[in-house]
């Protein structure tokens, strides 16, 4: 009997499927094997965890890594440390310390395997689709499902081809080729879709490559991307000490696709994502000689060996411009080692760079943020506005090779005129893997531990079940493109991330530092709050606090021109309803502050998801499409309310 030919996505989800078909069904169940957590989003998860009474993960590999908030001004952030590690160590997760590195580049070293399933409280999780691994970001309640071995539900799939033909050309590399297909396709648009790279081009491109394009494929707003497994892939394994994690996995000949496109790498340019957003593409050669204040290299796209020895050949034997500020953060201890072995530090010292912790602190306005109105030149993944810490500044995402050429005169320079040699892929890494505690008991825990509890972890608060109609108000009315930043702040704000009521507090900070204070006067008075919204809402991380606040705060609803698919996932899970305009003009019928009723809304989500809403300026229809699973999250109140 012949067998249908098929892609590398329809292989892994196949191999990993437990619920639904993929062709009647518009959701899928699919097994975890591997899950990874993040210090900001983690000690959430492991609280909802601990919640279900389960008495070890059921995964083959949970790993908890700390590496977003590791700089500890005041108490809160070490105490979450603590109590990370004491959950690791009790539930049989493998615990990486701060200093070791930043989650996507160390699981991509040392434990993402091809063919199996990732799943990660942090959107660019996808980074591990770079070895042929099924990576997905998602928020915290969803990893502790996984952990605790249920399945993950994803839209059923469109996948498209994008195949890369030709080779890359010297000065241009991996963060021009996703910031051209993010030219091609946008940040919004792509909910459920994944993004299958394939073609010649692929085995022209090493691991690292294949990662940063994975990476910033969460830019665009897809359930993941994915390379397959080749020999690019084994030769990488094998470097790292992992040659029996290796499988091959490549597109059956004939394997059809949802849809195509095609980039010749040979005629790919330098491009760099303009403020302030990473789908703002424009030319580097466009930008020229622009005056640039700051240069920050590092970040889960582009920490590599591979990146970091790269910006190092360009600045050998050099100094950066004296009015430039240059900080280089590299990805893992690993990377570190090895550029000390070679001179690259050596080097990146003397040209006058500053070498930052391994860690992604300026990504997310950790640390290093720009002076007033800087233009700061970065190549991590994300340009929001005040995302750096400095709203007045402006962002620019670019490639390790633009960041290094602009470096050296401090302004924006192509990095194509004095190109360096390739970095040729190492035929072994070193391997110090003393920085991942609980190694031994992985899987299996150590019964009796105690967790460690610093006053600022509060408990998990639980929606309440969906009432037959509300009162309620619009708590606020948003625009497009509004990120999880701007609902819920990170930089600062970061620390209060396992105490709910703290953390609720700034919802929405950046566009009204009132909303805090409104939503309880709301709630007091006995309406539900409810946020109105424009295209592509929630997009960016996959912090679900942009969601448990908002609950917390009374928000009962969503309605908005289109929702992003994880914080879509989040609302959900936290039992707020995510409505979508039927008319996207309807949108101009409500006002912040307005007072409405949500009448016959339970009826509505236990039916065809259609609602009518009675406004000062007339009667708006709004729908939310929700599977069987999804009806009974919302009607329960959300995950932890149906358990």
């Not at 500890?72 to 990370?84: K, P, R, S, V």
């Not at 593409?281 to 020229?288: E, F, G, L, W």
């Not at 700061?376 to 506005?385: A, G």
């Not at 999250?633 to 358990?643: F, K, N, R, V």
């Amino acid at each position: 009997m012949k067998t249908k030919a098929m892609n590398v996505t329809e292989k892994i989800l196949s191999a990993h499927l437990v619920e639904g078909d993929p062709a009647v069904d518009r959701e899928l169940g699919i097994k975890i094997d591997q899950t990874l957590t993040q210090d900001a989003t983690g000690t959430m998860a492991y609280l909802q965890f601990e919640s279900m009474g389960v008495p070890r993960v059921k995964t083959d590999v949970s790993v908890s890594y700390v590496d977003h908030n590791t700089v500890q001004i005041g108490f809160e952030n070490a105490d979450d440390h603590d109590f990370l590690q004491s959950i690791a160590k009790k539930y049989g997760i493998i615990y990486s310390k701060a200093g070791n590195g930043i989650c996507h580049q160390l699981h991509l070293e040392r434990y993402g395997k091809p063919g199996t399933t990732l799943l990660g409280s942090d959107s660019h999780t996808p980074t591990g689709g770079g070895i042929g691994q099924i990576a997905i970001g998602a928020g915290g309640i969803d990893i502790a499902v996984a952990m605790a071995g249920g399945a993950f539900h994803i839209p059923t799939p469109k996948v498209r081809a994008i195949v890369l033909k030709g080779k890359l050309k010297k000065g241009v590399s991996a963060k021009d080729v996703i910031l051209k297909v993010l030219e091609k396709f946008g940040t919004k648009g792509n909910v459920g879709w994944i993004f299958e790279y394939t073609g010649p081009g692929v085995k022209t491109l090493d691991v690292p490559s294949r990662a940063t394009i994975t990476n910033m494929g969460a830019e665009l707003g897809v359930t993941t991307s994915i390379f397959p497994s080749d020999k690019v892939t084994k030769q990488f394994l094998a470097a790292q000490g992992r040659a029996k994690d290796y499988v091959e996995i490549v597109p059956d000949k004939g394997a059809k696709y949802d849809d195509t496109f095609t980039v010749d790498l040979s005629k790919v340019e330098p491009l760099m994502a303009a403020p302030h957003s990473p789908g703002n593409i424009i030319t580097v050669k466009s930008m020229k000689g622009k005056k640039v204040n700051q240069i920050m290299i590092g970040s889960c796209t582009n920490s590599s060996y591979r990146d970091i020895r790269t910006v190092a050949l360009y600045l050998k034997g050099k100094h950066v411009a004296d009015d430039v500020e240059v900080g280089i953060a590299c990805g893992s201890r690993q990377v570190i080692d090895m550029l000390a072995k070679d001179g690259s530090l050596g080097i990146l010292h003397r040209a006058g760079c500053r070498m930052l912790e391994n860690a992604c602190g300026f990504c997310i306005g950790a640390h290093m943020s720009p002076r007033t109105g800087a233009i700061s030149l970065r190549t991590n993944n994300r340009n929001f506005e005040g995302r750096s810490g400095t709203k007045s500044a402006g962002i620019y995402l670019v490639s390790p090779e633009t960041a290094a050429a602009s470096a050296l005169t401090g302004k924006v320079e192509m990095p194509t005129k004095n190109p360096v040699a390739a970095v040729p892929s190492p035929k072994k890494f070193p391997v110090d893997d003393s920085m991942f505690l609980y190694r031994t008991t992985a899987g299996k825990g150590v019964k009796g531990a105690e967790i460690v509890r610093g006053p600022n972890i509060a408990q998990v608060p639980k929606g309440e079940k969906l009432a037959s109609s509300y009162k309620a108000v619009c708590a606020i009315k948003v625009g497009d493109k509004i990120t999880t930043d701007h609902i819920m702040p990170a930089g600062a704000r970061l620390k209060f991330r396992s105490n709910i009521p703290e953390y609720a507090k700034f919802v929405f900070e950046p566009c009204d530092p009132q909303f805090h204070n409104n939503c309880l006067a709301n709630k007091a008075a006995g309406a539900v709050n409810v946020i109105v919204a424009g295209e592509s809402y929630g997009q960016g991380s996959s912090r679900e606090h942009a969601a448990l606040c908002p609950m917390y705060l009374g928000v009962k609803a969503v309605i908005a021109k289109s929702i992003e698919r994880i914080h879509r996932a989040n609302l959900i899970n936290f039992g707020i309803i995510p409505f979508e305009f039927e008319n996207a003009s309807d949108y101009e019928k409500f006002s912040a502050s307005d007072s409405f009723s949500l009448d016959g809304v339970r009826a509505a989500v236990e039916g065809d998801g259609v609602l009518q809403i009675k406004t000062k300026k007339g009667v708006v229809s709004v729908r939310t499409r929700l599977s069987d699973r999804e009806k009974h999250l919302i009607l329960c109140g959300g995950l932890l309310a149906s358990l």
